[in-house]
């Protein structure tokens, strides 16, 4: 016979103790441990007879996985070509940013037997969110609208849907675990059983998962490493856009992003981000300039601007949005030490348009530029671009994938690109003036 003890589970990062204490020595936090009833089950010895095949590498057949094409194209990026059949993802992201938009949207577009469960919403509200999202809307997609895992389960089997949808895994519970739901044990049982439906019936699951404030998904770590992929949507709310990532993938790579636009409607694709995000000028102005970059493997242009102005309460101020502030700082002062602006005294604001949050260091020289023409009041033309990272020593250092930033620059127009000498870039003829820059002064004299 089974017996059930009880057990203390962190409720931050989902550590087991025997005995209650104040603070978890594994994370740190203070009060986080909760008991939880978990059953023990006796250990089952291991018989001579069990047999376990040893396969060589070599002989191990390679078999494509199936991939199910969804109606939306950034979502395939991201996913490396489609939904696999019997993988479990995991979604996460701020509330309201568009988790449940994005999969609801998924559900009525798709022409398959879909499941959408809901643990947060009623029907009617849902129906709601339906009608004002698409005027078509898949006939064969079911709401349930339940927290039951087992309830959940036996309607599925009942169903046998081509997809399901969870909303949200943190509001379902298990009757083998005595305990509320959103705690750790739930969490674990529910996607572990979750899990194993999915793989049995080869049917692909997505489940939302709610996150901390600190931008974690909540629950226990483990979480994320049982599913097969784990997405995070995420994106300025005062701004429209909303980008999707991927941070595991079992079946592609991670390098590949999805960008949306939040409308009325839902939520609509961005085929070509650089063109949005571009402000379309009447007149130059000073502190402005346009900086290549890559998202994943997407090129992408983003416009950056600066201002520069004397300290007023006699402290400098250093702000930014979308930029690193501590990488502000380091270039400042490369600036002042290497190339001699005197810029100590002086406020500098930084921002990227469009509520990009970005860490490319390629920005570093679109960053550059901004500041010295705000500094000096030159405005940069509209037609420079700039691609370049730049060391303590004040040198201009190559980035990665220069021709892929080249051929978006010479896609959308523009006619002068600058770029680091020691990048290599292929000996072919492009639509665009590459302009090879070494120091800071060097491209001071060029631009100014």
Wanted: net charge neutral; hydrophobic share 40%; proline share 3%.
């Amino acid at each position: 016979m089974a017996k059930l003890r009880t057990a203390y589970f962190c409720q931050n990062c989902g550590t087991q103790y025997s005995q209650w204490m104040g603070q978890c020595k594994n994370c740190g936090e203070w009060n986080t441990l909760v008991e939880e009833v978990v059953e023990k089950t006796t250990q089952k010895s291991i018989g001579s007879k069990t047999k376990q095949n040893i396969i060589n590498i070599i002989e191990v057949e390679t078999i494509e996985e199936p991939r199910i094409k969804t109606p939306s194209e950034e979502l395939n990026r991201v996913l490396g070509g489609g939904i696999v059949l019997g993988s479990v993802t995991l979604i996460g992201g701020e509330p309201g940013i568009g988790k449940s938009t994005l999969l609801l949207q998924l559900a009525l577009k798709m022409k398959k037997k879909i499941l959408y469960v809901s643990g947060e919403e009623s029907a009617s509200q849902i129906k709601m969110r339906a009608d004002r999202l698409s005027e078509i809307q898949n006939p064969n997609c079911f709401l349930f609208t339940e927290t039951s895992l087992e309830k959940i389960l036996h309607e599925a089997k009942k169903l046998v849907p081509d997809f399901m949808i969870i909303d949200s895994i943190q509001t379902l519970q298990s009757q083998s675990i005595e305990s509320s739901p959103g705690t750790v044990s739930q969490i674990r049982e529910c996607s572990n059983e979750i899990i194993k439906y999915a793989k049995e019936n080869s049917v692909p699951v997505f489940l939302v998962g709610h996150i901390t404030k600190d931008g974690q998904i909540a629950g226990p770590k483990v979480l994320e490493h049982m599913v097969d992929v784990v997405l995070n949507f995420d994106g300025d709310r005062n701004h429209l856009f909303r980008l999707l990532r991927a941070n595991k993938n079992r079946f592609g790579s991670t390098a590949e992003i999805g960008i949306y636009e939040m409308v009325s409607q839902g939520l609509k694709e961005i085929k070509n981000p650089s063109e949005i995000l571009i402000t379309k000028k009447f007149e130059e102005l000073s502190g402005n300039s346009v900086a290549v970059t890559l998202e994943g493997n997407r090129p992408m242009l983003l416009e950056i601007q600066a201002l520069v102005s004397t300290a007023v309460y006699g402290t400098p101020q250093r702000s930014c949005t979308g930029f690193d502030s501590k990488r502000l700082n380091m270039l400042l002062a490369v600036l002042e030490k290497r190339a001699g602006f005197q810029l100590g005294a002086k406020d500098v604001f930084l921002n990227i348009t469009g509520g990009i949050k970005t860490d490319d260091p390629a920005l570093d020289l679109a960053v550059v530029a901004s500041i010295l023409s705000s500094n000096e009041d030159i405005a940069i033309s509209e037609h420079f671009c700039f691609a370049g990272e730049i060391g303590l020593s004040g040198e201009i250092r190559p980035v990665a994938q220069v021709e892929q930033r080249i051929s978006e620059a010479e896609k959308l127009g523009y006619e002068k690109i600058f770029v680091s000498n020691l990048n290599k870039i292929p000996k072919r003829k492009f639509g665009i003036k590459i302009e090879e820059v070494s120091k800071i002064e060097d491209f001071h004299e060029r631009v100014f």
